[in-house]
Nanobody
Framework: QSQLVESGGGLVQPGGSLRLSCAAS????????IGWFRQAPGKERTGFSC????????HDEDSVKGRFTVSRDSAKNTVYLQMSSLNSEDTAVYYC??????????????????WGQGTQVTVSS
């Protein structure tokens, strides 16, 4: 069974950092682009970052550019989201998802086939 499992969420103070992990089981992430999405309370889920099979990252939201970094470790079959300078607007449930593709990546959630269960990130003092 193909699964993605996010971890690393939690409570962090404004200005702090967190690293989320997205670990795959039952399939190899090498064949997939990975997207990161988040859903804040009362809002729709939106995509904000993704990483291609070759490790090139893209960020779709100005709000995360320069603060969030995406990377992947093929040996561990895991993708990471490093978040820094967190603020209250980053509070959300964070999801990773996998999209089988030959190249590129997208923040269109309709393209993604495999989803993790989500992990809560709360930024508060």
């Amino acid at each position: 069974q193909s699964q993605l499992v996010e971890s690393g969420g939690g409570l962090v103070q404004p200005g702090g950092s967190l690293r989320l992990s997205c670990a795959a089981s039952g399939f190899s992430l090498a064949d997939y682009a990975i997207g990161w999405f988040r859903q804040a309370p009362g809002k729709e889920r939106t995509g904000f970052s993704c990483i291609t099979r070759s490790g090139r990252a893209a960020h779709d939201e100005d709000s995360v550019k320069g603060r969030f970094t995406v990377s992947r470790d093929s040996a561990k079959n895991t993708v990471y989201l490093q978040m820094s300078s967190l603020n209250s607007e980053d509070t959300a449930v964070y999801y990773c998802a996998a999209h089988r593709t030959d190249w590129g990546c997208t923040m269109d959630d309709l393209k993604y086939d495999i989803w993790g269960q989500g992990t809560q990130v709360t930024v508060s003092s």
